[in-house]
């Protein structure tokens, strides 16, 4: 292996455990860089050995930290072992048998960098971040396939994503993924039936977003279920608008739960595999609306019109690709959730969700006070972060991307 001659801040930054050796943490390399997705030695600028990690030269993130100790290596064992552990979590996570999709393997916070793995009953779905991890891949994942078929998965999938032109649900537009499919193993498969707490759903593995759904707003689905079903119990209503609903993931849990349900998403498709899941749960569709819209023309239209709902849901995609984003991300969120507010009836529910890792908790928060709203009658009640399957790092706030605030 080469050395790579860390900074002290940066040494100090990889033994708290953030996985992330940024190009200003080098000081130098011992000799000249060497190829993409090599395996390095970490060296502190005392010439200590203290880990090691894989090299990405071209990339800001310059290495990605696997191992720490002045004998850290990596090779296939190093990650089948941390493999096996990940899906011995899942197992005590999942033992019910209730919920049949969800993260085997969550990258950093399985202390496996650039490494994403999703499990659809069957079916993985495996995607790799960044240039070095996809040099490395062939000689990490050589056991991948008798590790996973123990676990009783028969097809796994490998995911490629490319940036593609935005799609723009506001003027704060996000970059969508061309995708490229790649059996690494079993019968090729399109689409597949889940479960989620015992509620069926339908993914598209091929067209879907992620690895083919949105799993980390799993238990998020399920709040609002319950939310909907406590308020009619309580005698109030339960008329649901859920924008950027995408396959209807909180539309089908408000509706199984009494709620009737306007679903909004610029895409079309979305909706007609919202409705394939409906149907599959024993919803009918035609009971609900089903809009396919820009979210912030068709917010202004319902207030003209005086439209209003008892539970508002708002789910973007993510504001703030990049960090020069962010001042961007957050005056549309401000806008948007103005917006969510005034088509929310009184004493209603607002559910609001963000997916951009370069806004934090509190800057999110920011985004729902009474100046941003526009209204001083609302409190938070409740505030979540990433599911128990996507599990992150104390040191790593950059995995804690997911926030999702209900406000009453």
Not at 81 to 94: C, G, H, Q
Not at 245 to 272: E, M, P
Not at 301 to 310: C, E, L, P, S, Y
Request: charged letters at 25%.
């Amino acid at each position: 292996m080469a050395d790579v001659i860390v900074s002290r801040q940066g040494m100090d930054s990889a033994r708290h455990g953030h996985p992330w050796l940024y190009r200003a943490s080098i000081d130098h390399f011992s000799s000249s860089p060497e190829r993409l997705g090599s395996i390095v030695r970490l060296v502190s600028e005392q010439g200590e050995p203290f880990g090691c990690g894989i090299l990405d030269p071209n990339s800001p993130i310059a290495v990605r930290v696997w191992g720490l100790g002045p004998d850290a290596r990596l090779d296939a064992d190093v990650f089948r072992t941390r493999v096996e552990r990940a899906l011995a979590v899942r197992k005590v996570l999942f033992s019910d048998g209730r919920t049949t999709a969800y993260r085997l393997l969550n990258g950093e916070g399985d202390r496996v960098p650039g490494f994403v793995l999703d499990r659809y009953d069957d079916v993985a779905v495996l995607k790799i971040d960044g240039d070095a991890a996809k040099a490395l891949a062939p000689t990490l994942t050589r056991d991948l396939e008798k590790v996973l078929r123990d676990a009783g998965i028969t097809t796994l999938l490998e995911r490629e994503s490319g940036r593609t032109a935005a799609r723009s649900d506001s003027d704060a537009s996000t970059k969508s993924e061309a995708k490229r499919i790649h059996v690494r193993f079993g019968p090729e498969r399109e689409k597949v039936q889940v479960l989620e707490h015992g509620v069926p759903w339908v993914v598209d593995l091929i067209r879907g977003q992620k690895t083919g759904a949105f799993l980390d707003q799993r238990e998020n689905r399920r709040r609002v279920g319950e939310l909907v079903a406590r308020r009619l119990h309580a005698g109030l209503g339960a008329r649901v608008l859920n924008l950027f609903s995408y396959t209807g993931g909180f539309s089908l849990r408000a509706a199984l739960a009494g709620g009737k349900v306007t679903s909004l998403d610029i895409a079309a498709q979305a909706h007609a595999t919202a409705q394939e899941s409906f149907k599959l749960a024993g919803v009918a569709p035609k009971d609900h609306e089903f809009v396919a819209a820009d979210a912030f023309a068709w917010l202004a239209d319902a207030k003209r019109k005086g439209r209003t709902w008892d539970v508002v849901i708002s789910d973007p995609p993510s504001f703030a690709p990049s960090e020069k984003a962010k001042p961007k991300a957050i005056s549309a969120y401000r806008a948007l959730h103005r917006a969510c507010v005034e088509v929310l009836a009184p004493g209603g529910h607002f559910v609001a969700a963000s997916c951009s890792s370069h806004v934090g908790a509190e800057e999110f928060l920011h985004t729902l006070d009474d100046a941003a709203l526009g209204h001083n009658d609302l409190r938070l009640c409740s505030f979540y972060g990433p599911p128990d399957d996507h599990p992150t790092l104390p040191s790593f706030p950059e995995g804690r991307y997911l926030k999702l605030a209900i406000l009453a």
